[in-house]
């Protein structure tokens, strides 16, 4: 079964640290791009960054309102992705979900590429609450 | 940044009815890049459609995904008691960041 749980969530105080784990099973973890995916309380799901798989660099991206707090980084030999959350501010409380993300390559009619990905298994969440 | 606004915030139909979703983007993105998830009152959100038509692996065929440019419609033929739920729009294939839309709430009328 294709599975993915979130772990590492709790309460801290505001500017403190924290480290989130996304643990993979039931599929080749390394062939896919992993995304990390909040929620506020009673608010919309707000995406927070993405690492891409070693095929395509590894590299990540941000959110704007995470950037330069937050580290997206995976190990494939443990199957798992993390989310490295530092500066930790009141408006970070939130559930916080890990995604799989296939990438999907196609190409047009004159021949030019073109990706997209999309986020097709969800782990059920690990909630972390900002508070003094 | 593209933005997506979904529209209305709240729907309210009855069973056996049919649900009509919108999705805005601020600006025009390819139809590949635009993916619909559902939303369970205490659940993680699961995928439904991705480049915006695709309906991925289980998902019943009374849902569909149709737009493109900056319009995109999310469509369910005729509702079931377990649709009543919250949808979400995202783009996910031109640059970062990769946004989602506000919601559109199913309920029961």
């Known amino acids: 079964e294709v599975q993915l749980v979130e772990s590492g969530g709790g309460l801290v105080q505001p500017g403190r640290s924290l480290r989130l784990s996304c643990t993979a099973s039931?599929?080749?973890?390394?062939?896919?791009?992993m995304s990390w995916v909040r929620q506020a309380p009673g608010k919309g799901l707000e995406w927070v960054g993405f690492?891409?798989?070693?095929?395509?660099?590894?590299?990540?991206e941000y959110a704007a309102s995470v950037k330069g707090r937050f580290t997206i980084s995976r190990d494939d030999s443990k199957s798992s992705a993390y989310l490295q959350m530092n500066s930790l501010k009141t408006e970070d409380t939130a559930v916080y979900y890990c995604?799989?993300?296939?990438?999907?390559?196609?190409?047009?009619?004159?021949?030019?590429?073109?990706?997209?990905?999309?986020?097709?298994?969800w782990g059920k969440g690990t909630t972390v609450t900002v508070s003094s | 940044e593209i933005v997506l606004t979904q529209s209305p915030g709240t729907l309210s139909l009855s069973p056996g009815e049919r649900a009509t979703l919108s999705c805005r983007a601020s600006?025009?993105?390819?139809?590949?890049?635009l993916a619909w998830y559902q939303q369970k009152p205490g659940q993680a959100p699961r995928l439904l459609i991705y480049?915006?038509?695709s309906r991925t692996t289980g998902i019943p065929d009374r849902f569909s995904g149709s737009g493109s440019g900056t319009d995109f419609t999310l469509t369910i033929s005729r509702l079931e008691p377990e649709d009543f739920a919250v949808y979400y729009c995202?783009?996910?294939?031109?640059?970062?960041?990769?946004?989602f839309g506000q919601g559109t709430k199913l309920e029961i009328k």
């Open positions: 995604t799989r993300d296939p990438r999907y390559d196609y190409y047009d009619s004159s021949g030019d590429g073109y990706y997209f990905y999309y986020m097709d298994v």
């Open positions: 039931g599929f080749t973890f390394g062939d896919y791009a």
């Open positions: 690492i891409r798989s070693k095929a395509y660099g590894g590299t990540t």
């Open positions: 600006q025009s993105i390819s139809s590949s890049y």
């Open positions: 480049g915006a038509s």
């Open positions: 995202q783009q996910y294939g031109s640059s970062p960041p990769y946004s």
